[in-house]
């Protein structure tokens, strides 16, 4: 069965500390990767997904960034905290078959930056 | 550009009573995949449908939803509304398959 694991839980990090948070996938080879952000109040928002080790498109320009370097693992992070970043993130994977036909999320992690 | 439109922020119903959320979306594809998550408090999102398919019904864990591509809606509906059916629906649209774009969700509350 496949698991996925997101970790922290949860983090409260000052502004312009910097930031990484993790999400490894078991069970399953060269899934798509996502991550997915969500501000308090706000809708969910894809910010990058990857097809491959090593490759990474950003979707939404929040200052964050996005790596691949395993198959089964997707860090997102970055080097200076924003207030704006605050909000809960959600790792995903699916498999690419011409089209999403199913996102499979983590736990999530909830940020608050103060 | 492609968007996907839920009205409802918040619904509030007695448990036996029918439920309805409305979901439209707006895209120039015409293969687009419709879909309604659900997320449980502590919990993670996960699917409760899926369709690409006009004017079919789908149904998973006695919710429903249909596809109407001529007035761009799939809107999810329950005969009767149960306690454990409280949580946050998204509705959500695939346009071209490489990425999902979510409404701002839908919160059921249901009461006894």
């Known amino acids: 069965a496949q698991t996925i694991h997101q970790w922290p839980v949860a983090e409260i990090k000052a502004v312009g500390s910097p930031l990484s948070l993790g999400c490894t996938i078991k069970?399953?080879?060269?899934?798509?990767l996502y991550w997915y952000w969500q501000a308090t109040g706000g809708t969910l928002q894809q910010l990058f997904y990857?097809?491959?080790?090593?490759?990474v498109e950003s979707v939404v320009q929040l200052n964050l960034s996005a790596s691949r370097p395993k198959d089964d693992q997707f860090i997102l992070s970055t080097e200076k905290l924003l207030l704006s970043h605050s909000g809960f993130y959600l790792c995903?994977?699916?498999?690419?078959?011409?089209?999403?036909?199913?996102?499979?999320f983590g736990s999530g992690t909830r940020l608050t930056v103060l | 550009g492609d968007s996907v439109t839920q009205k409802e922020g918040l619904v509030t119903l007695t448990e036996g009573l029918p439920v309805m959320l409305n979901c439209t979306y707006q895209?120039?594809?015409?293969?687009?995949?419709l879909f309604w998550y659900v997320h449980y408090l502590n919990e993670s999102p996960r699917l409760l449908l899926k369709?690409?398919?006009?004017?079919k019904r789908t149904e998973h864990q006695g919710f429903h939803a249909t596809l109407h591509k001529s007035s761009s809606s799939f809107h999810l509906q329950k005969s009767s509304a149960q306690l454990s059916d409280s949580a946050l629906y998204y509705c959500?649209?695939?346009?071209?398959?490489?990425?999902?774009?979510f409404g701002t969700g839908t919160t059921v509350s249901v009461s006894p």
């Open positions: 995903a994977w699916s498999l690419w078959g011409g089209v999403i036909e199913t996102l499979y």
């Open positions: 069970g399953k080879s060269s899934p798509n």
């Open positions: 990857s097809i491959t080790v090593g490759q």
């Open positions: 895209t120039i594809y015409s293969n687009a995949f």
């Open positions: 369709s690409s398919t006009d004017n």
């Open positions: 959500a649209l695939s346009p071209r398959g490489r990425a999902l774009i």
